[in-house]
């Protein structure tokens, strides 16, 4: 069972172009299925991105291509997009989809584009980072917030 699980972690960092680091307390997994699931502080990082939670979930196809991840329990995040934007957030829920390259984030999201000082805070944001294109979803009874920094009407004149 040891050297299956070995196997299994081994197989799905390598079908990554670029090294997957996951570390965790705990890891299962079951290779029929497609399912690992880490627990306990998990941290992994691919490039220029982090993702942090309680809990991560990677469900792979049958040739053992990850699919989708799934990070549960005050996740954390930074990701920088094709185009090189650099955003950084918290939600209770991430959903990423690797073919794709989009994220879901779920429930108290707080999503920051760090280079170009914008915040969205809502229940629901989709990140699509090959488009680059950010949509976002309030709960019934709060909106969906966005903050801007604009710069003020008298440097413009100035300038």
Known sequence: MKYITILTVFLVLNLFSAELKIKAKTFSADQKSGVSVFEGD????K??????????TVYTDSNQEPTKFVAEGSASFTIQTLDGSKYK??????IYMPKEKEY???KNVQLNQINEKKE?????????????KAYAKGADTEPVIMIFDMPEENEKKKN
């Open 42 to 45: 998990v941290n992994i990082i």
């Open 47 to 56: 490039n220029n991105d982090e993702l942090n939670a309680s809990k991560v």
């Open 89 to 94: 957030g918290k939600a209770q829920k991430v």
């Open 104 to 106: 879901h984030f779920f």
């Open 120 to 132: 969205i805070h809502g229940e629901e944001v989709v990140l699509k980072t090959i488009e680059g």
